[in-house]
T-cell receptor
Framework: QQQVKQSPQSLIVQKGGISIINCAYE??????FPWYQQFPGKGPALLIA?????SEKKEGRFTISFNKSAKQFSLHIMDSQPGDSATYFC???????????FGTGTSLTVIP | KAGVTQTPRYLIKTRGQQVTLSCSPI?????VSWYQQTPGQGLQFLFE???????NKGNFPGRFSGRQFSNSRSEMNVSTLELGDSALYLC???????????????FGPGTRLTVL
């Protein structure tokens, strides 16, 4: 049973465009929502994270939007660049502990 | 600071065998978590160790086990390998002291296990 559902599975965006990846969860006990970026041959790396007490968090070109009532959150990559081509994972956890539930990943390709 | 290291990087085994994977966390980190990554299921949490004790456990059969040593290095063992165990096994380290998910987890490059 997938605790965090992620879509789309793959995404192709033109350079300079906006990439949007969506995630949904059911467990209302989740209170920490990170996004990870993974390049081929590497482990995932933390990109940005949000707590449910805010509806949006921005770091550079990356923004998380969070909708607590809908139990959904999304990653927006503005001005997408070819170097952003990677697999992106959303995740969720309860604050106490390091057990994360990951989405199935989105393969992003940014075309020059 | 050196990152998380995992050995070996690649491994080929046959069904029924057992395998041991190793993870060295970032210096000073006391928490080590293990994940299984497959194309269909994504990353799934196996277990977490902190100060040589298993602190959290995911929903995997008892064939999957782990341990942590006093220097925080961790090993994961899979016994009686099945074809479905073919996956990338990732370990992640974090300071762990706060026991908070907001501790950033740093992932290693993984061990690619193929079961024939």
């Amino acid at each position: 049973q997938q605790q965090v559902k992620q879509s789309p599975q793959s995404l192709i965006v033109q350079k300079g465009g906006i990439s949007i990846i969506n995630c949904a969860y059911e467990n209302t006990a989740f209170d920490y929502f990170p996004w990870y970026q993974q390049f081929p041959g590497k482990g995932p790396a933390l990109l940005i994270a949000i707590r449910p007490d805010v509806s949006e968090k921005k770091e550079g070109r990356f923004t998380i939007s969070f909708n607590k009532s809908a139990k959904q959150f999304s990653l927006h990559i503005m001005d997408s660049q070819p170097g952003d081509s990677a697999t992106y994972f959303c995740a969720a956890s309860v604050n106490t502990g390091n057990q994360f539930y990951f989405g199935t990943g989105t393969s992003l390709t940014v075309i020059p | 600071k050196a990152g998380v290291t995992q050995t070996p990087r690649y491994l080929i085994k046959t069904r029924g065998q057992q395998v041991t994977l190793s993870c060295s966390p970032i210096s000073g980190h006391r928490s080590v978590s293990w994940y299984q990554q497959t194309p269909g299921q994504g990353l799934q949490f196996l277990f977490e160790y902190f100060s040589e004790t298993q602190r959290n456990k995911g929903n995997f059969p008892g064939r999957f086990s782990g341990r942590q040593f006093s220097n925080s290095r961790s090993e994961m063992n899979v016994s009686t390998l099945e074809l479905g165990d073919s996956a990338l096994y990732l370990c992640a380290s974090s300071p762990g002291v706060a026991y908070s998910s907001t501790d950033t987890q740093y992932f290693g490059p993984g061990t690619r296990l193929t079961v024939l």
